[in-house]
């Protein structure tokens, strides 16, 4: 078992910028995928970003230019740099952990984006 604990979301104006936070704990193992999905209200969840246990990435073309993925592997821990943020990227924010056929989220982590 994998648990996620998500932080860092929050109400932000456009243009502003949030940094998501999210920690691993329990069966890490190398050769995972963690990363940023989110789900707006009546919309499905989506792929924001990811990154391999290796350090390669990708982006949701929303995310291109304005987000950056990143992780610790000494703290198991992923983050997700929001930057020019826009009232479309309100919605809630799941950390996600894969590896082989296992995937494990987080509680999710509200981003609200005033105009």
């Known amino acids: 078992q994998v648990q996620l604990v998500e932080s860092g979301g929050g109400l932000v104006q456009a243009g502003g910028s949030l940094r998501l936070s999210c920690t691993a704990s329990?069966?890490?193992?190398?050769?995972?995928?963690m990363g940023w999905y989110r789900q707006a209200p009546g919309k499905q969840r989506e792929l924001v970003a990811a990154i391999t246990s290796g350090g390669s990435t990708n982006y949701a073309d929303s995310a291109k230019g304005r987000f950056t993925i990143s992780r610790d592997n000494t703290k198991d821990t992923v983050y997700l740099q929001m930057n020019s943020l826009k009232p479309e990227d309100t919605a809630v924010y799941y950390c996600?952990?894969?590896?082989?056929?296992?995937?494990?989220w987080g509680q999710g982590t509200q981003v609200f984006v005033s105009s």
């Open positions: 329990g069966n890490i193992f190398s050769g995972n995928v």
């Open positions: 996600s952990y894969r590896r082989g056929i296992s995937v494990y």
